[in-house]
C-alpha cells in the first residue's frame, strides 16, 4: 500500500479505532467530545456476551462521568454492594466457609474521595451500554463484521484496509491515526512489531459460563468471588449475576487437555464438584482463559498508537486491565484532540507512552503480587504438597492451624482493596513540570489525595448535597487554571504575549464556593493556582502567586511545545 494518500478511499475519518471492546468503543466517544470522526471495527457480530472483566472501578467511572454517559443506566447494570460486597474462601460453594473478606471500597465513605465509587459491572452489561452511547454520538460511527487487515503511514495520515466480513469487500480508509484496541493477541500490535515484556503464560484456565440462580445457596455469605479451596474441586465462582450469570474457573494443563474435551455434561460436572451440590445449571458457554503478565515496550509507532490489552495482560487479581484501559483512551484522546485542533504540537503525542508504560508495568507487578500471594492459602493448608480433600478436612480440623489459616486469609486483604492504586497513580514524567518525589506509600490499599504534578486532581464537593465535584470542572478538551487568590495577577499571567493557549480559569470562591479545606490538601498558599489537564491530572502546581512567571512554560508543557518559536 503506498502512493496517494486519497487514492481509492472510501471512509475519510480523524481516527479509526481497531477493536470494540470498552476501550475501544469508549475511544470513540470521547473522540466526539473532542469533535473528531471516529470509526471503530470489530470483527465480532456484536457486543461481548460472555462474561469478561467484572469490576470497573471509581476511576473510570469519573472518566465515564466527563463524557456525559448516562451514569444512571450505567449505575443501574452494576451490581449491589450486598450482593458483590464480598469474598469468600470455601471447601466449596455449598461447604465450609474458611475466610471473608471484603470485595474493593464501594460505599458511601468513599464519597468523600470520589464522586462515583466502583461497582461490579460485568464487561457483557457494560459494552452494550457504550455502543448505545457510540452510536448516539455525532461523528462517531461502529461497524460490526469489520476486520482491520493493514496500515501504511503516507504522508500526514494513515491508509487502512479493513474487510467487511459478510460482502467480501476491501474498504479503504484514511484517517490521521489509527489506535489499536484489538486485545492481547493485537494484530496492530503486532504490525508495529512491538515486543511484550515478562511472562506469556502463568496459567491456563476453562471458564464455563452458566446460568442457574444461587441466591439461596449463597444467601448466608453472598459474594462477588466465592474461591474453591478444595483441590479436588478448586476454582472460582464468579457472581456476574446471583441469580442468573455465573462464571467457574477451573485450571487446567493445557498439554494434556484443551477446552474441545469438555462436553457440557463434563461441565456440569465439574462445577457440581466444586459447588458441593447439584446447581442444575444450563451451560451458556466454555472457553479457555491464558493468564500473563506482560507490558508492551512501546505504546505506538508513528501515528499509530496500543491502547487497553493490546498494550498490557495483566493476571485478573486486581482487576484492573479494562480500568487500565479506559486510563490509556483517555489519557491519549485529549492529546490527539487539542492537536487535531490546533492547540498543541504533535510532540504532546510523545508524553502519552511516557505516561502510561510505567503504569502499566506497576499494574502488572501488583497484579502478579496478588496471584502469588493466593498460594500461601494451600500452603498454610498443606494442600499444595497432599492435593486431596482429607488433607483439607485435616487442617480445618486441626486448633493448631487455625492461627496460620487466618493469617493466610489476611494477608489476601490487599488485593481486594487496591483503593490507593486506582486513584492514587502518578505520573513522574510527560506533559507536567514535576516536582521532587514523594515517599511511596506502603500499601496500595492507601490512597492519599495530592495534587502533586502527575496526580489526579483531588475530588472536593463544591455543594453540600454532594451534586457536583471539583473534577466536574475540567471540560474534556482544555486545560484549566485554579487560582484560589490574586485572580487578577494570574489572568494577567495568562494574556502574557508569550502565554498563547486555551485554558479555562476557575476562581475559587469567585466562580465556585470558598474550598479553603481542598486548598490546603492541595498544599497551596492564599494565592496558589493549579493547572489541570483535560484528563483530570495535575500539570503544575504554583504554591503562591511568586510563581506566576513560570505559568507560559508549564502552558508549553501541556501543549507540547519544545520552545518558544513554535
Not at 540 to 565: K, M
Request: some cysteine; hydrophobic content about 40%; glycine content about 8%.
Amino acid at each position: 500500500m503506498a502512493g496517494d494518500s486519497n487514492e481509492g478511499v472510501a471512509v475519510d475519518v480523524d481516527v479509526l479505532i481497531v477493536g470494540a471492546g470498552p476501550v475501544g468503543m469508549l475511544g470513540a466517544i470521547l473522540a466526539s467530545r473532542h469533535g473528531l470522526n471516529a470509526l471503530v471495527v470489530e470483527r465480532r457480530d456484536g457486543p461481548q456476551t460472555a462474561p469478561a472483566a467484572h469490576v470497573v472501578n471509581a476511576r473510570t467511572y469519573e472518566i465515564c462521568r466527563q463524557a456525559g454517559l448516562d451514569m444512571e443506566r450505567i449505575h443501574a447494570a452494576g451490581k449491589s454492594e450486598a450482593d458483590a460486597g464480598h469474598v469468600n474462601f470455601v471447601t466449596r460453594l455449598a461447604g465450609d466457609l474458611i475466610g471473608r473478606l471484603p470485595f474493593e471500597r464501594q460505599g458511601d465513605a468513599c464519597l468523600a474521595y470520589t464522586p462515583t465509587p466502583l461497582r461490579n459491572l460485568s464487561q457483557h452489561r457494560f459494552e452494550p451500554i457504550l455502543a448505545d452511547e457510540l452510536r448516539a454520538s455525532d461523528g462517531a460511527e461502529l461497524r460490526y463484521r469489520h476486520q482491520w487487515e493493514h496500515s501504511e503511514e503516507v504522508g500526514d495520515a494513515v491508509i487502512s484496509d479493513v474487510s467487511d466480513l459478510d460482502t467480501g469487500e476491501t474498504i479503504r480508509v484514511r484517517s490521521r491515526y489509527v489506535i489499536g484496541c484489538d486485545g492481547a493477541g493485537s494484530r496492530v500490535r503486532k504490525l508495529l512489531g512491538i515486543e511484550m515484556v515478562g511472562p506469556p503464560l502463568l496459567q491456563c484456565y476453562l471458564m464455563i459460563h452458566f446460568a442457574a440462580n444461587l441466591r439461596e445457596l449463597t444467601a448466608e455469605r453472598p459474594a462477588v468471588l466465592h474461591f474453591v479451596l478444595d483441590p479436588e474441586a478448586g476454582g472460582a465462582f464468579i457472581a456476574h449475576d446471583v441469580e442468573s450469570d455465573w462464571v467457574f474457573m477451573h485450571a487446567i494443563d493445557p498439554s494434556i487437555e484443551s477446552v474441545e474435551d469438555y462436553s457440557d455434561e463434563r461441565c456440569r460436572e465439574v462445577i457440581d464438584n466444586a459447588a458441593g451440590t447439584t446447581l442444575d445449571a444450563e451451560i451458556l458457554g466454555k472457553g479457555t482463559w491464558w493468564m500473563s503478565s506482560q507490558t508492551a515496550d512501546s505504546m505506538g509507532r508513528g501515528r499509530i498508537f496500543l491502547a487497553g490489552d493490546s498494550a498490557h495482560r495483566f493476571p485478573p487479581t486486581g482487576g484492573l486491565g479494562l480500568n487500565s484501559g479506559v486510563q490509556d483512551i483517555h489519557g491519549l484522546m485529549w492529546r490527539i484532540g487539542a492537536i487535531v485542533a490546533g492547540r498543541a504540537k504533535p510532540a504532546l503525542l510523545e508524553t502519552y507512552e511516557a505516561e502510561r508504560i510505567p503504569v502499566a508495568q506497576n499494574n502488572a507487578h501488583q497484579s502478579l503480587t496478588n496471584a502469588i500471594k493466593l498460594v500461601e492459602l494451600p500452603a498454610t493448608l498443606g494442600t499444595d504438597a497432599e492435593p486431596t480433600s482429607k488433607r483439607l478436612r485435616a487442617s480445618l480440623a486441626d486448633p493448631a492451624k487455625a492461627d496460620a489459616i487466618a493469617a493466610a486469609v489476611e494477608l489476601q486483604r490487599e488485593h481486594f482493596d487496591l483503593f490507593g492504586l486506582q486513584l492514587g497513580y502518578v505520573y513522574d514524567q510527560g506533559a507536567l513540570v514535576p516536582e521532587d518525589q514523594p515517599a511511596e506509600l506502603d500499601s496500595p490499599s492507601e490512597y492519599e489525595p495530592t495534587a502533586r504534578p502527575g496526580a489526579r486532581l483531588p475530588h472536593a464537593w463544591l455543594d453540600e448535597t454532594g451534586g457536583r465535584s471539583a473534577l466536574d470542572l475540567i471540560p474534556i478538551d482544555r486545560p484549566v487554571l485554579f487560582s484560589f487568590g490574586a485572580h487578577d495577577t494570574w489572568e494577567r499571567a495568562l494574556g502574557e504575549p508569550d502565554t498563547d493557549a486555551d485554558v479555562v480559569t476557575v476562581r475559587i470562591g469567585v466562580d465556585t464556593p470558598v474550598l479553603d479545606a481542598w486548598r490546603d490538601l492541595c498544599e497551596l498558599e492564599e494565592t496558589g493556582a493549579l493547572l489541570v489537564r483535560p484528563d483530570h491530572h495535575v500539570a503544575w502546581r504554583a504554591r503562591s502567586i511568586d510563581q506566576a512567571s513560570d505559568l507560559a512554560r508549564a502552558i508549553d508543557v501541556v501543549t507540547g511545545h519544545t520552545n518558544r518559536q513554535d
